[in-house]
């Protein structure tokens, strides 16, 4: 079964720090993998899709990385801010119908 | 240049009471989706359409139909409410090669 799991499922920081979020997943054929942000009472806003000759890519202070071998991803936060507090959810598109498969998403808070 | 669009931001229906969700969408994409999001469950996909006068059923269609009879719009809705159903609502819009593009949600009570 195509399966997109998320860890952990919430996380507490302190302003500054730095921090991993995990997506692991069983989907194929795979296509790509996306990482949105989705703050409280909006919809979800995408930082950056990873596909499969991808390793790294960033955006900001975001990094994401992917290995396909594993069928792993993470998110890393580099010196988090307030505004960061949100969901993080990552999404895989694959399977025999090239269908969007989501995980449950990680919630992330930042305190000062 | 809204975006994607989404009425109303808030609703609270009785039982067996029925309305309808708009999603209107001005970045002429072709693919349009209702997705529900409850606490612990994610994103679940309801219904989707990928062009004018067409549409699919998703992962929990059941209570929900759909109609997409002009490109921009894709309308929800739901023929007799169940306290089930009450959930965050939210459309998406793809195009080719984009990722989705989400409203920001209609928050639906059903008591």
């Known amino acids: 079964k195509n399966q997109v799991e998320q860890s952990p499922q919430s996380l507490i920081i302190l302003e500054g720090k730095n921090c991993t979020l995990q997506?692991?997943?069983?989907?194929?054929?795979?296509?790509?993998l996306r990482w949105y942000k989705q703050d409280t009472g909006r919809g979800p806003v995408s930082l950056t899709i990873?596909?499969?000759?991808?390793n790294t890519k960033s955006n900001g202070r975001y990094t994401a990385t992917l290995d396909a071998d594993t069928k792993q991803s993470s998110l890393h936060i580099t010196a988090s801010q307030l505004s960061d507090s949100a969901s993080y959810i990552c999404?895989?598109?694959?399977?025999?119908?090239?269908?969007?498969?989501f995980g449950k998403g990680t919630k992330l808070s930042v305190k000062p | 240049n809204a975006g994607v669009t989404q009425t109303p931001k808030f609703r609270v229906l009785k039982t067996g009471q029925s309305m309808t969700l708009l999603c209107a969408q001005d970045?002429?994409?072709?693919?349009m989706y209702w997705y529900r999001q409850d606490p612990g469950m994610g994103l679940r996909l309801i219904h989707y359409?990928?062009?004018?006068?067409?549409?699919a059923k998703g992962e929990v269609p059941d209570g929900y139909n759909v109609s997409r009879l002009k490109k921009q719009n894709f309308l929800l809705g739901l023929e007799s409410a169940a306290p089930s159903q009450t959930s965050v609502y939210f459309c998406?819009?793809?195009?080719?090669?984009?990722?989705?593009?989400f409203g920001n949600g209609t928050r639906l009570t059903v008591t």
């Open positions: 970045m002429n994409h072709e693919y």
């Open positions: 999404v895989v598109r694959g399977g025999s119908q090239g269908n969007l498969i």
């Open positions: 997506c692991n997943y069983t989907v194929s054929p795979f296509s790509n």
């Open positions: 998406a819009v793809m195009g080719m090669g984009s990722p989705l593009h």
């Open positions: 359409s990928v062009g004018e006068g067409t549409t």
């Open positions: 990873m596909t499969f000759s991808e």
